[in-house]
Nanobody, 121 residues
Framework: QVQPVESGGGLVQSGGSLRLSCAASGSIFSINAMGWYRQAPGKQRELVAAITSGGSTNYADSVKGRFTISRDNAKNTVYLQMNSLEPEDTAVYYC???????????????WGQGTQVTVSS
């Protein structure tokens, strides 16, 4: 079983920074992509940023220029550097790993338990 585990959330003032980390462990043959999603109260979960094994990145328009996603393939770990945080960034942030758990071609998505990010004004 694969389990992504997030860390690094917390409370920060508007304009501040936080760095989230997510390490995927367990039965992993290869990882196609890893990403960060967030869900604010009363809203749907949305993509924040994603990165492929080759390093291609994708960002939500609302975080472009403020957030940076990076990845350490050797450690099966993805990071999200969040700068210039705004109260609208307050949400539970979830890590997602899209991977092959064994040599068969089937791929699956696994979710972390989430980490709370709260930005005060």
């Amino acid at each position: 079983q694969v389990q992504p585990v997030e860390s690094g959330g917390g409370l920060v003032q508007s304009g501040g920074s936080l760095r989230l980390s997510c390490a995927a462990s367990g039965s992993i043959f290869s990882i196609n992509a890893m990403g960060w999603y967030r869900q604010a109260p009363g809203k749907q979960r949305e993509l924040v940023a994603a990165i492929t094994s080759g390093g291609s990145t994708n960002y939500a328009d609302s975080v472009k220029g403020r957030f940076t996603i990076s990845r350490d393939n050797a450690k099966n770990t993805v990071y999200l550097q969040m700068n210039s945080l705004e109260p609208e960034d307050t949400a539970v942030y979830y890590c997602n790993a899209h991977l092959r758990p064994d040599s068969r071609p089937n791929t699956y998505r696994y979710w972390g338990q989430g980490t709370q990010v709260t930005v005060s004004s």
